[in-house]
């Protein structure tokens, strides 16, 4: 396994959840890793990425959720606060040796970690 997210779970909205993704470091020192998420019935959306120089949010999460990487740990995060219901879903953590960002063949992708906000 490649990629390993964990951290999801149950909460209440407006709570908070931290995800995380231990990315094996045959492919840690890729371009770009990130984080998708799919809820049921819905597309896939890209939720946030990073580079080792700048960090990109969807408008549906920009000023709650946080993406951080650990290089010493081989690691991933997203911090994601103020949690509402739609933000249910199941979370992936992807990396890409794509320079120009996730979202194309060149993706990696994790088994994922399930989040449910309830109200």
């Known amino acids: 396994v490649q990629l390993q997210a964990c951290g999801g779970g149950l909460v209440q909205a407006g709570g908070s959840l931290r995800l995380s993704c231990v990315i094996s470091a045959s492919i840690f020192g890729t371009h770009v890793m990130g984080w998708y998420r799919q809820a049921p019935g819905n597309q896939r959306e890209l939720v946030a990425q990073?580079?080792?120089?700048?960090?990109w949010y969807a408008d549906s999460v920009k000023g709650r959720f946080t993406i951080s990487r650990d290089n010493a740990k081989n690691m991933m995060y997203l911090q994601m606060d103020s949690l509402k219901p739609e933000d249910t879903a199941r979370y992936y953590c992807?990396?890409?040796?794509?320079?120009?960002?996730?979202?194309?063949?060149?993706?990696?992708w994790g088994q994922g970690t399930e989040v449910t906000v309830f109200s």
């Open positions: 992807v990396t890409s040796s794509n320079e120009y960002g996730l979202g194309s063949l060149a993706d990696i």
């Open positions: 990073t580079t080792q120089s700048r960090t």
